[in-house]
């Protein structure tokens, strides 16, 4: 017998793995859209015609995922 147990296991883990990433993309997600930080970065990005697609984070000038007062006080290289 393998590690991972019989067919039919493996089976119901594929088939439970493939259930959890359904509900996280069709339900998590889309509810995730409407949160107002999110839906506010959204509506930013579209005003400014990004395309998430096509955007490489090496051309933005600075991610706002920290506030300022974090980015004086943190020392990433001594």
Known sequence: ???GGSP???A???LTGAAFTVVIWC???PRVLVWPPVARHVAL???RRVDPAAMY???LER???RPDWIERRLVLWP
């Open 1 to 3: 017998m393998s590690r």
């Open 8 to 10: 039919r296991r493996a």
């Open 12 to 14: 119901l883990r594929l």
């Open 27 to 29: 339900g998590v997600l």
């Open 45 to 47: 990005m579209e005003d």
């Open 57 to 59: 984070y090496t051309e």
């Open 63 to 65: 991610l706002p995922q």
